[in-house]
């Protein structure tokens, strides 16, 4: 079925440094893919999105870029602030229907 | 432009007893997804509802209903609670777009 695999946490870094987490997918389709925030005590927000292969979504400095021929949507944001604190997560959906989730990774930025 | 709403925020309920969450969809959606997401892991699909049917389902058990009502809004059942349904529910909607918008969620602890 429809997978999403993403980089196990938790993942601490000092701020301003550079944060990438890995994601990777199985779709028997051509899947659109996100990357949803969590910040702590509230729900999802989206952060990014691309729906086709060699998109890039970008938002609040943080992008992603699909890449088919890697089934990969890895997130990258070049200076973090401590802000940033929260649980990302990597999700893909093939039709209108249901969002298959990544486990999350955690981030914690320190000042 | 009020997003998703979700009542009650948290919830105590007894194994055994019955429950039911309400969610209240982003103005213009008339989709509505349920998912669970218990502690440390990513949400899981629970079902979709669309023009008060339902349209998708996950792998959850028949004590999981739902509804949807002429406004859009929306009501998730769970019967026989056990310990294993605590855990934060997640109410989305869209309208025939991949992107699914999150409300902030019911808590839900079965003791």
């Known amino acids: 079925g429809d997978s999403v695999t993403q980089m196990e946490g938790p993942v601490t870094l000092s701020e301003e440094a550079f944060l990438t987490i890995n994601c990777t997918y199985t779709?028997?389709?051509?899947?659109?893919l996100f990357w949803y925030v969590q910040y702590p005590g509230e729900g999802l927000q989206l952060l990014l999105k691309?729906?086709?292969?060699?998109d890039k979504g970008s938002n609040k400095g943080f992008e992603a870029t699909y890449r088919k021929e890697t089934t990969s949507f890895h997130l990258e944001k070049g200076s973090v602030q401590v802000s940033d604190s929260a649980v990302y997560f990597c999700?893909?959906?093939?039709?209108?229907?249901?969002?298959?989730f990544g486990a999350g990774t955690t981030v914690t930025v320190r000042a | 432009d009020a997003g998703v709403t979700q009542s009650p925020t948290h919830l105590i309920k007894t194994r055994g007893q019955q429950v039911t969450l309400r969610c209240s969809p982003k103005?213009?959606?008339?989709?509505v997804s349920w998912y669970q997401q218990a502690l440390g892991q990513g949400p899981q699909f629970i079902f979709q509802?669309?023009?008060?049917?339902?349209?998708q389902r996950g792998n959850f058990p028949d004590r999981f209903s739902g509804h949807q009502f002429p406004n859009y809004s929306s009501e998730l059942n769970v019967n026989a609670l056990l310990l294993g349904d605590s855990a934060l529910y997640l109410c989305?909607?869209?309208?025939?777009?991949?992107?699914?918008?999150f409300g902030p969620g019911t808590r839900l602890t079965v003791t």
């Open positions: 989305a909607s869209s309208s025939l777009t991949y992107e699914q918008y």
């Open positions: 779709a028997t389709g051509y899947p659109s």
């Open positions: 691309a729906t086709k292969a060699d």
């Open positions: 999700a893909l959906v093939i039709s209108y229907y249901k969002l298959s």
């Open positions: 103005s213009g959606h008339d989709t």
């Open positions: 509802y669309y023009e008060e049917e339902e349209r």
